[in-house]
């Protein structure tokens, strides 16, 4: 089964990517499931779950966040509630397990996007060893040459912010059922394989400046309010 294991909605700050449009691509590129995964947020992902059952679509969506340890990301897929960030990368994952999660380490040498660097001794389920929207191919090569040294399992996702990128990179996954657990136990046991290509360059950019610019907003409306 195919599935994209890292999808943005408009529940992160840096995407636009509606709810319905995210299930309508990732049906159209042939994916089984995906992971919703919002920087600091579950409700993305809650949301969408939510939604595919009403519009009766057979699309598997785990509810996943993608949280901001004291390092960088890391990605923590189903589990039903938030996780403080900024905390160490230990006690993120640690609060992970607490909540059942499977723990991913997202692009973790690509500096732009919050990588955390090493993943040795960190108690984690898999590496994202491909992730569509790095425009250079050492971070990807750096990140699956980590997962190899310390056998660990390699994972893909898109890192989509644009509905239409949902699929580019995604996980082949071996389970027994097409339900959440049955997923979520496969990736566990590394029955996994990254696959899949990079996200269009324009793509990548034009995303990075729409993230920019409603920082920009934020920040001047954050001032306005102070000044009153």
Do not use: W
């Not at 230990?90 to 996007?113: D, N």
Request: proline letters at 4%.
């Amino acid at each position: 089964m195919r599935f994209d294991l890292h999808v943005h909605s408009c529940y992160s700050k840096d995407s636009n990517a509606d709810i319905d449009s995210i299930l309508a691509y990732a049906e159209k590129n042939g994916l089984d499931g995906i992971a919703v995964c919002d920087h600091d947020t579950i409700e993305g992902g809650i949301a969408c779950a939510r939604r595919a059952e009403e519009l009766g679509i057979e699309l598997v969506v785990i509810p996943g966040i993608e949280v901001m340890s004291s390092k960088g990301h890391i990605l923590v897929l189903g589990i039903k509630q938030d996780i403080e960030p900024y905390q160490s990368p230990e006690e993120t994952i640690k609060r992970a397990r607490q909540l059942g999660g499977v723990v991913i380490i997202p692009h973790p040498f690509k500096v732009t996007s919050h990588g955390i660097g090493s993943v040795e001794g960190l108690d984690i389920d898999a590496v994202e060893a491909l992730n569509s929207r790095c425009l250079s191919d050492s971070t990807n090569k750096k990140a699956k040459k980590a997962a190899e040294l310390l056998n660990l399992p390699q994972v893909g996702g898109s890192d989509a912010h644009n509905p239409r990128m949902v699929g580019q990179a995604y996980t082949e996954i071996e389970a027994s059922e097409k339900t959440v657990d049955s997923v979520l136990s496969a990736i566990r046991e590394g029955k996994v394989c990254a696959k899949g290509k990079k996200t269009p360059a324009p793509f990548v950019i034009k995303q990075i400046f729409y993230g920019l610019g409603r920082k920009i907003k934020s920040f001047l409306t954050l001032n306005k309010c102070i000044r009153k």
